[in-house]
């Protein structure tokens, strides 16, 4: 499972769950009113939204699939591939079995954007489980909001921090 492959980011499943995405966007934003502006600051009225909306973590997880939480995923994930260009979406083209199953894009970072050396040096620490490549999936992050401190313009940091860690390199 390479989650960076093109499979991965360029494949019907994932192309059409992020067209559904956008096009159901204009009305998730008229029907949760206010500024949807793709800002970090937006970040936190999600996380409002989301936290009033769902009691809590069982209540958000049975809502994985649901329009208004699918919606909400696709925003976070967008709003973070705004902010760092570099970050792409990646999805199994094909479901699998169990948790697999389940169609919840991740956010990741293309790896073929880099440089051959860089490549091996993060190739080389992610073998090692020195993870610093960001990986996210935005529908585990917004349904741990209810049981986690955890915040979800966190994510934007993790990201930042892989940039810092390419800069190192240089």
């Known amino acids: 499972m390479n ?10 499943r994932l192309n059409q769950w992020l067209s559904t995405q956008e096009a159901a966007f204009p009305a ?12 970090p600051e937006s970040l936190d009225r999600l996380e ?11 209540e958000a997880d049975a809502a994985h699939e649901s329009p208004f939480m699918t919606v909400a995923v696709w925003y976070l994930g967008e709003t973070v591939r705004r902010a760092h260009p570099n970050a792409v979406w990646s999805c199994s083209p094909t479901p699998g079995e169990g948790s697999y199953a389940r169609m919840s894009p991740l956010l990741t970072y293309a790896t073929e954007t880099l440089d051959e050396q860089v490549r091996e ?9 020195d993870e610093v490549l960001p990986f996210h999936d935005p529908t585990d992050d917004i349904t741990a909001l209810h049981i986690s401190d955890g ?11 892989f940039q810092e860690f390419l800069d190192s390199l240089a």
């Open 121 to 129: 040096e993060v190739e080389e620490r992610e073998a090692t489980y």
């Open 48 to 58: 409002d939204i989301l936290l009033s909306r769902y009691a809590d973590h069982e």
């Open 3 to 12: 989650v960076t492959s093109s499979r991965w980011r360029d494949n019907p």
């Open 28 to 39: 998730w934003r008229q029907a949760t009113s206010g500024t949807w502006d793709f800002t």
């Open 151 to 161: 915040h979800l313009r966190e994510i934007l940091d993790d990201y930042a921090a």
